[in-house]
Antibody, heavy 119, light 109 residues
């Protein structure tokens, strides 16, 4: 069974930093593209960043230059380093998995990790 | 840049009725269009991928169709668990990014 378990969220002041982790199991992690998607309270879904199995990396314009995605295939883990956090970065951050190589959709989502940016 | 517009924003129907949800792109997109359902307090769940393929375990009352700029999710007969928010999703190849529609809330009438 595929499992994605996020951790690392919390309350942080504007300008602060936080690192999210996603522990993956139930599939060969190194073979799949992985992603972060966020959802502000009461709002819709917003893609944040993706990292391919070959370590190609993409970011949404809203986080470019502030967030860094990475993966450790030996630890079956995905990360999101978030720096210079702003109020509008407050959201539930989901770890998602692409369905297969060259898929264009997410077949599994974690339960999310809540990030609150507030002074 | 691709923008996905979902309509209606809110749809009020009764159990057993048919629901038709729309997702329109501002430019012609590939058929790599997916739909997710998000129940209150839960993570989104994949329903349909590549416009018309049901995901594993998704019942046959869900169907997807469309091409070009207009895509539709149809629920043939609403069950209580279908009252939720539905999002469409498309991945653009350049610039490489994932785009979501703003969602359609399906309410019990």
């Amino acid at each position: 069974e595929v499992q994605l378990v996020e951790s690392g969220g919390g309350l942080v002041k504007p300008g602060g930093s936080l690192r999210l982790s996603c522990a993956a199991s139930g599939f060969i992690f190194s073979d799949y593209n992985m992603n972060w998607v966020r959802q502000a309270p009461g709002k819709g879904l917003e893609w944040v960043s993706s990292i391919s199995s070959g370590h190609s990396i993409y970011y949404a314009d809203s986080v470019q230059g502030r967030f860094t995605i990475s993966r450790d295939n030996a630890k079956n883990s995905l990360y999101l380093q978030m720096n210079d956090l702003r109020d509008d970065d407050s959201a539930l951050y989901y770890c998602t998995k692409d369905a297969w190589v060259a898929a264009h959709f997410f077949d599994h989502w974690g339960q999310g990790s809540l990030v609150t940016v507030s002074s | 840049e691709i923008v996905l517009t979902q309509s209606p924003a809110t749809l009020s129907l009764s159990p057993g009725e048919r629901a038709t949800l729309s997702c329109r792109a501002n430019q012609s997109v590939s058929n790599f269009l997916a739909w997710y359902r998000q129940k209150p307090g839960q993570s989104p769940r994949l329903l349909i991928y590549d416009t018309s393929n049901r995901a594993t375990g998704i019942p046959s009352r869900f169907s997807g169709s469309g091409s070009g700029t207009d895509f539709t999710l149809t629920i043939s007969s609403l069950e209580p668990e279908d009252f939720a928010i539905y999002y469409c999703h498309q991945r653009s190849t350049w610039p490489p990014k994932d785009i979501f529609g703003r969602g359609t809330r399906l309410d019990i009438k």
